[in-house]
């Protein structure tokens, strides 16, 4: 658990996982604690680097490492510019900071402490509104342990990462803590956790069955919009 971004992968550790695929996949997270191949912090000579931020779509924990959209756009422009090796095309690198569940206000403080740092020439932000526009807010989004931006008198962004100095926030980090020394426990929390994606994801598949539902993203295109989302879209 992380108390700036809620929680985040631990640099340099081995994961297995089987969510989607009908195999388990396996691999190491970077030294940098993202679900990407090895990266150098300074950026290589005649190098394009792009900065991605996004949710699991990008984090793409379902396939391996090297079935990545995001590795295949790289061994492609790799390919299509050796033959020529006057080729104007630059050597690219498609960064991943993506994370599972991931917030915009999580993408932009990931964006001020993490991506910055890589002296990226190109940041892309992956936007899903079924759930983006919900999670920008305490009053619309489901999940409470996460830190929030809200606007002062001023209009300014100011943080809100009271989710910290909640007990769940410790009890979290203490489980955590055990999940490292404990295959079974580690095994028992990720399928509590599966089973409570399962029923969200069905919940959204309901919702989604009436766009007029309170709390419906899709709302937003109805003549009725639910107030509280179009507050947040805005």
Do not use: C
Not at 69 to 85: A, D, G, R
Not at 146 to 157: A, C, G, V
Not at 189 to 209: A, P, T
């Amino acid at each position: 658990y992380d108390p700036v971004i809620g929680y985040r992968f631990i640099p340099n550790q081995s994961y297995w996982t089987n969510l989607e695929n009908d195999h388990a996949i396996t691999g190491k997270i970077n030294n940098f604690g993202w679900r990407d191949v090895e990266r150098e912090l300074l950026k290589p000579p005649g190098t394009f680097r792009i900065a991605n931020l996004g949710d699991s779509f990008i984090e793409a924990l379902q396939v391996e490492q090297d079935s990545t959209f995001l590795q295949l756009i790289e061994k492609q422009i790799v390919q299509t510019s050796i033959p020529n090796p006057k080729s104007l095309i630059p050597k690219i690198e498609m960064l991943n900071f993506g994370r599972a569940g991931i917030t915009q206000t999580e993408e932009l403080l990931i964006f001020e402490n993490h991506v910055l740092n890589f002296n990226p020439d190109m940041v892309i932000v992956y936007f899903l509104p079924s759930n983006d526009i919900q999670d920008i807010r305490h009053e619309t989004s489901p999940e409470s342990k996460r830190p929030y931006f809200i606007l002062n008198k001023d209009n300014e962004l100011v943080l809100d990462n009271s989710f910290t100095q909640k007990s769940i926030f410790d009890i979290q980090i203490f489980i955590n803590s055990l999940k490292k020394h404990s295959a079974f426990i580690g095994m028992v929390v990720n399928q509590y956790m599966k089973i409570k994606q399962k029923k969200m994801f069905e919940l959204e598949q309901e919702n989604s069955q009436n766009i007029i539902i309170k709390g419906n993203y899709l709302s937003l295109a109805t003549s009725n919009p639910d107030t509280a989302l179009l507050t947040s879209y805005h």
